[in-house]
């Protein structure tokens, strides 16, 4: 019978604390997609060519560091601008690549993989 209560309760301990961290979530999703805006933003200043792939990884890369939320945030915009530029695209060889990008800025690698050479270091 202790057994049992034993186990219940480190179950029950275990579940608590995973659930513990829920209250982040909505923070770190509206972090993240602060920093897919930035990237963004950063992106269409900088004006610089061949550099998408580069904000597109950085963008997710900063995201996905918060935690869960802003890798989930980091992922619907991510999905959701590649849906809505692909109405207006005439071939997916660049949304695929753009998606790459972002799987790697959102997986943890480090952008600078895609940062083009000569593109100023405030970026």
């Avoid at 660049?94 to 050479?117: E, I, L, M, T, V």
């Amino acid at each position: 019978m202790k057994l049992i209560l034993a186990v219940l309760v480190l179950a029950l301990v275990l579940v608590v604390e995973t659930q513990a961290q829920w209250h982040r979530y909505p923070g770190q999703a509206i972090g993240g997609a602060k920093d897919m805006w930035r990237a963004y933003r950063d992106m269409r200043k900088a004006n610089w060519k061949g550099a998408d792939k580069y904000f597109h990884a950085r963008g997710n890369y900063d995201a996905a560091r918060r935690g869960p939320g802003g890798r989930w945030a980091a992922k619907v915009i991510s999905d959701g601008r590649e849906a809505l530029q692909g109405l207006s695209r005439r071939g997916n060889s660049d949304a695929a690549a753009d998606q790459a990008a972002n799987r790697w800025g959102r997986n943890g690698g480090n952008p600078n993989r895609y940062r083009p050479k000569g593109l100023p270091k405030k970026y």
